[in-house]
Nanobody, 123 residues
């Protein structure tokens, strides 16, 4: 079992930046691909980014490519999502997730979810 706790959400202005953190505890963090999903008000939850077990492979949704960066640190059991050039459409609850294969996370669904952190972007 893996427990995931997100932090770092809040209010940001359009064009600004935020960094989300996801702290993992429980079974071996190193053995899981990690990712971020988000759910905007009135919309389905959608994939944002994923990173494989050793951090060498990352994948992003087209809507965030070039603006968001996912990274991980095994020693800290933490995954981050650096979000730059935020726009109003980035407003959502962001969820950390853990699964088996990074490039399948958005299709197969994660095994573990955090409870989410709210990001609100204002104009």
């Amino acid at each position: 079992q893996v427990q995931l706790v997100e932090s770092g959400g809040g209010l940001a202005q359009a064009g600004g930046s935020l960094r989300l953190s996801c702290s993992a505890s429980g079974r071996s963090f190193n053995s899981y691909a990690m990712g971020w999903f988000r759910q905007a008000p009135g919309k389905w939850r959608e994939f944002v980014a994923a990173i494989n077990q050793n951090g060498a492979f990352t994948t992003y949704a087209d809507s965030v490519k070039g603006r968001f960066t996912i990274s991980r640190d095994h020693a800290k059991n933490t995954v981050w999502l650096q979000m730059n050039s935020l726009n109003l459409e980035d407003t959502a609850v962001y969820y950390c997730a853990g699964g088996r294969v990074a490039d399948r996370l958005q299709f197969d669904g994660p095994d573990y979810w955090g409870k989410g952190t709210l990001v609100t972007v204002s104009s």
